[in-house]
Structures are given as C-alpha cells and as structure tokens.
C-alpha cells in the first residue's frame, strides 16, 4: 500500500517546481531548517523523526519529475519510496505525490508529515 496525495495548486507548474524541483530547499517541509545535499544524497533533520538520509533517484527538470528514497532513518523505517510530479492544468498546476513505506504502521506520519508539507507550499505560492 502507498500514500497517495493528489493536489492542485493555483500556481503554474514552474512556480511549484521552482520549490519542489530544488532538492536542497527545505522552507515547505515544516519544522526543516536545513539541509545539505552532497552529490545525490541529501541529509536533513525531520522534527518527530530525527536525522535522515535521502537518495535523489530520479531528478528530471522536463518532466518536473523528482524521485528520492530514505535510506538511513532512526526508528522502525525499513524502507522508503517516493515519486512527486507537477503537471500543469487549465487553473495552474497538480501535485502528484505518492511514498510507499515499510512497515505500513508509519504511513498515518507519513501522510500527516506530507499534508503539512502542502500546507506550507500553499503559504509558499501565496506570497
């Protein structure tokens, strides 16, 4: 099972992908302050979770496409998978973002940690 989110902005795709195709930007991910990106492996620190480390799979400016995997995590987190996609609409643009984790018992925090995430975007596009 994977956690699915698919959600339209009233912004156009560039100005979503301006944030979310940077993969060392951190401002729409709540309580992130930093992160640093070394090649394709990006550590950051994720209040409730501790400190991470994110591979970047697939990162294609085109297709607006960006793929990352977790591979170190403290806690129960054995793996994780996740795809985000901005396609553009006749009224701006849609999120299409989806993590499959293991064990299924953490996808409640991930989709709370993920619609946090669209909440700041949303503030982000505003402004």
Not at 47 to 60: F, M, S
Not at 85 to 93: Q, S
Request: overall charge negative.
């Amino acid at each position: 099972m994977a956690v699915k989110i698919d959600q339209p902005f009233n912004a156009s795709a560039d100005q979503l992908w301006e944030i979310l195709g940077t993969p060392d930007r951190v401002d729409w991910v709540p309580g992130v302050n930093n992160c640093v990106l070394e090649g394709d492996v990006r550590s950051l620190n994720l209040p409730g979770a501790g400190d991470i480390k994110e591979r970047i799979l697939l990162h294609c400016d085109e297709r607006r496409i960006i793929e990352y995997s977790c591979f170190e995590a403290p806690g129960r987190l054995q793996s994780h998978h996740a795809r985000m996609e901005v396609r553009p609409t006749a009224n701006g643009c849609q999120l299409l973002w989806q993590a499959e984790v293991t064990p299924v018992e953490l996808e409640d925090f991930i989709r709370a940690s993920m619609e946090g995430c669209l909440v700041r975007l949303e503030q982000l596009l505003v402004s």
